[in-house]
């Protein structure tokens, strides 16, 4: 079956048709209309209302969601060497379309997107340079993007899009130059700049807004928010500092979409939401039904040790079912052979990843010679590193959020692909959904993981702030690090969603640990997610479904009664439940098991620094 759906390409064709006609009634319209537009989610309860100022030319927004404003009047312009987009605008008309559209994904939080939206767009000219407007209303938050028709080069300065947050917000997330590909621990934050994403709690309208960034490709960079010098409330995009000079691209030209996910009463649009997938590129079409995409569990020597032992972690690899094993750095001193290595991989049904870091591949031909080696020694893919160190390998501030660092990251996807090499990125830029386009990008850092040590207030934000933008790599199932305990660590596997679960213990530790069972079928791609509870910098319980079976995972940063309502399990069926839960003193865990239905709800205390996990089978 093909992942573009016969449902999609129905949507398009219908898109297309619905667009022209809307145009031509509401171009007409527009006059009478007024200077005010609104567009509504298809379950009429988010609104996104965008007003053009006709005595200045500009245009700004707000956003609602039912009946409660979440995000007030806030400016709209990006500034081009062509014309400033920012006043003296005209108003040209405004088209409506409706996005309605299936596709599938060999891994993510969920296995079936469903694209559901209205869409408006401002069609606005400024010295005779025309601009498009484009919003969209999801029923999980509102997004919009600038588009700018023509041809020929075109460079872009700056953008003046400022979100104002009402009230007395609350941020959460990582104060900004992310140095190290995101990699300072995430929690409540008041600075004067703020790296996407961002989350904003809303005590006053009880909402939680998250603000990021969709559809990131080589023609924009990443930026981050600044806060206006005497309002806190009031947050403009800024372009990285790093990024000395305006993006360069050509014509027609779109940007990335800005997104303010929107979640009344708690966390649980933002954890389960796909606006990031929805709102990039369908899957490139020699990676549609791609057979070589496999998600899956991988062992990693860097951490562990035993390095040159490669046929002993291809052995344990096969024998606990996992799919793959990393070489870190240096392998090409202790895997003397690799073509050797990956036959015998072949053979007991394991892949190999190689590690490589990224200064000394700017240019597409070193990408092109790399991945071709790679292929012909029968690498399953690659980790890719040190995005923050382009060009010349001094870490730099935020490097990787530049146009530049973009086009790398970009340039290893596209030739990737041609090699049909998966591939994971560290000390790399957040992502932005772009797995959708890209599904063999099946892992990329972006946090402050476990292989620097964390503590679990960070731990406690990554579900809130980092993964609900794609994939992370974060080194879960880490038993004996950070002062954590083995429950904690073993739930860090379902709380936590990528592609490739890069595990970071010695195989002697995971085959001696009473987990064992659980790791074995712990999968890397999932069918469905459903938020439990949480708070960040707190605590963190998530469901996932794979199949038929369920899997709960839960982490706290101090001790608590856990409460697993099972409401999501299918009515009218009986599971075991295996429970991997603290002992309560030191890191050890307890075994249990107990039938369970759809009513029951299960209560566990957790440790300081404590967890539990769940595996949840049909009798």
């Known amino acids: 079956m093909k992942r573009l759906s016969l449902l999609s390409v129905y949507a398009v064709v219908c898109l297309s048709a619905f667009t022209v006609a809307a145009r031509a009634e509401d171009g007409a319209g527009a006059a009478s209309t007024g200077k005010t537009f609104e567009v509504v989610s298809p379950d009429g309860k988010v609104q996104a209302k965008i007003t053009f100022d006709e005595s200045t030319g500009t245009l700004s927004f707000e956003a609602t969601s039912g009946g409660k404003t979440v995000l007030a009047g806030s400016p709209l312009g990006i500034v081009t060497q062509k014309a400033r987009f920012t006043d003296g605008m005209k108003l040209l ?178 954890v389960e939401q796909t606006l990031f997938e929805n709102l990039n590129p369908p899957t490139e079409p020699e990676l549609v039904d791609a057979e070589w995409i496999e998600p899956g569990r991988s062992s ?133 959904g772009e797995q959708r386009r890209w599904p063999h990008l099946v892992g990329t850092e972006a946090v402050h993981g476990q292989e620097t040590g964390t503590h679990p207030r960070s731990d406690n934000c990554v579900a809130y702030v980092r993964n609900p933008l794609g994939p992370v790599d974060w080194s879960p199932v880490f038993f004996g690090r950070a002062g954590k305990t083995d429950a904690y660590q073993l739930a860090t596997a379902i709380t936590f969603q990528t592609g490739l679960l890069i595990m970071p213990n010695l195989h002697r530790d995971y085959l ?57 399990l299918q009515k009218g069926k009986t599971y075991t439940a295996t429970i991997y839960r603290d002992k309560m003193q030191g890191r050890e865990m307890v075994v249990d098991t107990k039938e369970v239905t759809a009513n029951d709800t299960l209560t566990f205390g957790a440790a300081d620094r404590g967890g539990l996990a769940l595996y949840l089978t049909p009798r």
């Open 93 to 270: 008309g405004i088209s409506r379309a409706k996005i309605d559209e299936t596709y599938t994904l060999p891994q993510g939080k969920v296995s079936t997107y469903h694209n559901r939206a209205n869409e408006l767009t401002l069609s606005l000219e400024k010295g005779g340079q025309p601009l498009k407007v484009l919003f969209r209303a999801y029923d999980d938050g509102i997004a919009f993007r600038y588009s700018i028709p023509g041809e020929g080069p075109i460079e872009i300065a700056e953008e003046t899009t400022t979100f104002h947050v009402p009230g007395k917000p609350v941020y959460w997330g990582q104060s900004h130059p992310n140095a190290y590909g995101y990699e300072f621990p995430l929690g409540q934050i008041e600075h004067q700049a703020y790296s996407l994403a961002l989350l904003c709690e809303l005590k006053e309208s009880e909402h939680w807004v998250l603000l990021a960034q969709a559809a990131t490709y080589a023609d924009y960079c990443i930026p981050h928010l600044r806060r206006a010098k005497d309002d806190r409330t009031q947050l403009r995009v800024t372009f990285p500092i790093d990024q000395k000079e305006p993006i360069k691209t050509t014509l027609p030209f779109v940007s990335p979409w800005r997104v303010a996910v929107i979640s009344p009463a708690d966390l649980s649009t933002i």
């Open 512 to 568: 001696a640990h009473p987990s064992k069972d659980l790791l074995k079928k712990l999968p890397a791609a999932w069918d469905e997610v459903h938020f439990v509870d949480g708070h960040p910098s707190s605590h963190t319980v998530i469901a996932r479904r794979k199949g038929q079976d369920w899997y709960v995972g839960a982490i706290t940063s101090e001790a608590r009664a856990f409460q697993v309502p099972l409401g999501f």
């Open 300 to 432: 990693w020597d860097w951490m562990a040790g035993d390095k040159a032992n490669w046929k002993g972690w291809i052995d344990f690899n096969s024998e606990m079912g996992w799919e793959y094993h990393l070489i870190d750095d240096g392998w090409e001193g202790y895997v003397k052979d690799p073509k050797a290595a990956t036959a015998y991989g072949r053979e007991k049904g394991v892949g190999i990843f190689a590690w490589r870091r990224t200064p000394g591949l700017t240019d597409p031909e070193a990408i092109e010679k790399l991945f071709k080696q790679y292929a012909e020694i029968g690498f399953r893919g690659s980790k890719v590193d040190f995005f923050d160190r382009l060009p010349d390998g001094q870490t730099g501030p935020d490097y990787e959020d530049t146009q530049m660092g973009l086009q790398v990251r970009d340039n290893l996807c596209r030739i990737g692909a041609k090699y049909k090499l998966q591939l994971v990125f560290h000390g790399c830029a957040i992502p932005s």
